[in-house]
């Protein structure tokens, strides 16, 4: 797939969550470089920017199956954004970032988070207001010389007794095509061949299109909105068929055969489908079980996953390769390997163990990566949970060059993610130093090379730190990682909500 992540093109905002629920399905936040932006991959001769929300997006729309089923001539940039609207794609910056990207053509598909609820969230806007941000995004894209396609959203799967869809969209769908055919922009109606599409297959084989979530028991039920491998590649197949039909010059960049699961989407499959499981935890104290957030993690993940904890306490990126620990937990041949670093990479940490974040910890985290994408796993970057000392009621981040650098990696490689270093400093920074030391552990091992002098543990985590952070991580993950939600076990949502700090 040539979506453009190894040169910083697809790369989007990022938005800090704390708990579950905070971030919409789909969710997949990126850096994003101004300076590279409109770089294109090297041999492309189109560049295809999509724009929309989650059923686009690479994780958990249509998006991967797009972009795989173009041809290598194409730079396919997935810009789109879990939760975004209309609205917010604009009022978060989206837009202009990707106007920065200067593609040669934008499909554009909204309507899910701009349908207008009981809840009234901001993100929601009149169908009036719809229609006009459509045109507002068409007028700008070819004022900026791009050329914009219009794709009606993809339908939600509702089957009714009879055994149809029934479409809560087709009041968006019709708005679209009004605007594209008013502005004589070029359209995708994928609202009616998704419908056709699931009416052909029925409802039994439909589901088996989609990711699961979580009710407000805690229990895993089917997502009817959003897409696994399967549906990715499904939708995305004829997204880019109606694409060649819709712009008669992109048609000799859709591959004549529809593109195949890549072995990382088979092995998704597998596991969304009920395969075991095998997640391997790599890192330092703060993810160990003793006094890190590895054991909330590993204790919330259902029969069906064997859960390995590698890491190892005053290690770093530099020193658990070089002690042969790296090795070892490669020979448990895991399917995802979570991996976080930075604590003990810091200057003043010697020689053995200390990395400069720009050159020698990336060069690490790289490797990491590709050695366990050389095993046939699934790497996940965790950016380096907070410490929590504040000084004059302020929050004291020293790991926010180590994050940065543990993310600009992961967006040059592929590779989700958890970036628990924001989500930990945005729910400390909300505390005070006496909310925050009820996470504190009592008498760690690795307490004196974390905190030199400091008697008190405001690095490690006790029992109930480690649930917190440990969940956080997990429900994190599965945003990302959407084939591995069934394999988290739930907690109700009024538990969930009570559980973000304990205040």
């Known amino acids: 797939m040539r979506c453009g992540l190894h040169y910083l093109l697809c790369l989007a905002i990022l938005n800090g969550a704390c708990l579950a629920g905070a971030v919409a399905q789909g969710d997949s936040p990126r850096l994003f470089n101004p300076a590279t932006a409109a770089v294109r991959a090297p041999g492309t001769s189109v560049r295809i920017d999509l724009i929309g929300d989650s059923t686009q997006t690479n994780n958990a729309g249509y998006g991967r199956g797009f972009c795989a089923n173009l041809t290598a001539k194409v730079d396919c940039v997935n810009l789109s954004q879990g939760g975004a609207s209309t609205r917010t794609y604009r009022e978060q910056g989206l837009w202009d970032k990707a106007l920065a990207t200067r593609p040669d053509y934008m499909v554009i598909q909204f309507g899910h988070n701009d349908m207008e609820t009981k809840e009234h969230l901001e993100r929601q806007v009149p169908m009036e207001q719809y229609g006009t941000n459509l045109r507002r995004f068409v007028q700008e894209a070819r004022a900026a010389g791009i050329k914009p396609i219009l794709v009606t959203p993809l339908t939600r799967r509702y089957f009714g007794p009879d055994g149809k869809i029934h479409s809560d969209l087709l009041a968006h769908a019709a708005t679209m095509k009004r605007v594209a055919s008013e502005m004589k922009v070029p359209l995708v109606d994928l609202q009616e061949d998704s419908i056709a599409y699931l009416d052909r297959i029925g409802e039994a084989q439909g589901t088996k299109l989609g990711i699961t979530k979580k009710d407000a028991d805690g229990k895993t039920i089917p997502d009817k909105t959003h897409l696994n491998w399967a549906g990715s590649y499904a939708f995305g197949r004829i997204v880019a068929v109606d694409l060649g039909k819709a712009v008669p010059a992109l048609a000799p960049y859709v591959r004549p055969k529809a593109a195949q699961l890549p072995p990382e989407g088979l092995k998704a499959m597998k596991v969304i489908e009920g395969g075991p499981v095998k997640i391997v935890l790599v890192g330092d104290s703060t993810v160990n079980a003793e006094g890190g957030w590895g054991k909330g993690f590993c204790d919330i993940v ?20 070089d002690e042969g620990a790296w090795a070892k937990a490669l020979a448990d041949r895991g399917d995802y390997y979570l991996i976080q670093f930075g604590h003990n990479d810091r200057k003043g940490k010697g020689p053995k163990r200390e990395t400069d974040p720009e050159t ?28 929590r000392n504040y000084q004059d009621g302020k929050l004291i981040e020293d790991l926010n060059d ?34 925050a030391d009820q996470f504190d552990a009592t008498g760690h091992a690795d307490q004196s090379a974390e905190n030199g002098k400091v008697k008190i543990d405001r690095t490690h985590l006790n029992p109930k730190g480690q649930e917190l952070f440990g969940r956080m991580v997990a429900d994190r993950l599965v945003r990302l990682q959407v084939e591995l939600e069934p394999d988290i076990v739930g907690v109700p949502a009024h538990a969930a909500s009570a559980s973000a700090g304990g205040k």
């Open 302 to 321: 259902t029969p069906n996953v064997t859960c390995i904890n590698d890491a190892l306490n005053g290690r770093s990126s530099k020193s658990f390769i």
């Open 360 to 387: 020698t910890y990336a060069a690490n985290i790289r490797r990491y990566i590709r050695d366990a994408r050389a095993i046939g796993a699934v790497p996940v970057i965790v950016t380096s949970l907070s410490r």
């Open 402 to 435: 180590y994050a940065a650098a543990a993310k600009r990696v992961a967006a040059e490689e592929d590779v989700n993610v958890v970036d628990l270093n924001a989500m930990s400093t945005k729910l400390l920074t909300g505390m005070t130093q006496e909310e």
